[in-house]
């Protein structure tokens, strides 16, 4: 069992919105900064959202990320069949002393 | 262009040890903490070490802390880890990351695979 909570699977349609939540605790999200990470098949993780809600320059926006007491949200738009994949939220837990992440959710475009 | 590329994944025996070398380039490597991180097969992403730029501050998940050790050298910008008594549930790919801390880390390596059976 992951120590970050995340749907095992969504989809929507292309052109739709989609999020993906990501649930924890105090020790984790609730006082830390969330990163959310795409891994396409058969690719390493890429890295999507920082700090919650910044994103690297190459990405597009799209992508969106939020934050709000032990739950952080990943937003994707105009959805794209290339945005078929795996999506994963990570971040530090002060209690274990580790990076933790969620399980993952697989992202299905209709 | 930032660079990053494992090697040395294969097959072994339980019990039996691998080394894997993190090649990299295209930034100052002495600047960055660089973590490991493992994905099972068909499973999701498990953080497992990280090394400070200058080497001196390391840390390890307990799943592999006294069979795992994670070095760097700055004359080849390599981090390396060295993975002893090695378990069938050690089976997974390899990724190398520049960490920033904090669960960030950009970019990735490609991965490599590392297999354990009897």
């Known amino acids: 069992q992951s120590v970050l909570t995340q749907p095992p699977s969504v989809s929507a349609a292309p052109g739709q919105k989609v999020t993906i939540s990501c649930s924890g605790r105090?020790?984790?999200?609730?006082?830390?900064?969330v990163s959310w990470y795409q891994q396409l098949p058969g690719t390493a993780p890429k890295l999507l959202i920082y700090d919650n809600d910044k994103r690297p320059s190459r990405i597009p926006d799209r992508f969106s990320g939020s934050k709000s007491g032990t739950s952080a949200t990943l937003g994707i738009t105009g959805l794209q069949t290339g945005d078929e994949a795996d999506y994963y939220c990570?971040?530090?837990?002060?209690?274990?002393?580790?990076?933790?992440f969620g399980g993952g959710t697989k992202l299905t475009v209709l | 262009q930032v660079l990053l590329v494992e090697s040395g994944g294969g097959l072994v025996k339980p019990g039996g040890s691998l080394r894997l070398s993190c090649a990299t380039a295209?930034?100052?490597?002495?600047?960055?903490?660089m973590s490991w991180i493992r994905q099972a097969p068909g499973k999701g992403l498990e953080w497992i070490s990280y090394i400070s730029g200058g080497g001196s501050n390391i840390y390890y998940a307990d799943s592999v802390k006294g069979r795992f050790t994670i070095s760097r050298d700055k004359a080849t910008n390599t981090v390396y880890l060295q993975m002893n008594n090695l378990r069938v549930d050690d089976t997974a790919v390899y990724y190398c990351?520049?960490?920033?801390?904090?669960?960030?880390?950009?970019?990735w390596g490609q991965g490599t695979l590392v297999t354990v059976s009897p």
């Open positions: 105090d020790s984790n999200i609730g006082n830390n900064y």
């Open positions: 295209g930034f100052n490597f002495r600047d960055y903490y």
């Open positions: 990570g971040t530090w837990d002060s209690s274990l002393s580790v990076v933790v």
């Open positions: 990351a520049r960490d920033y801390l904090g669960g960030r880390f950009d970019p």
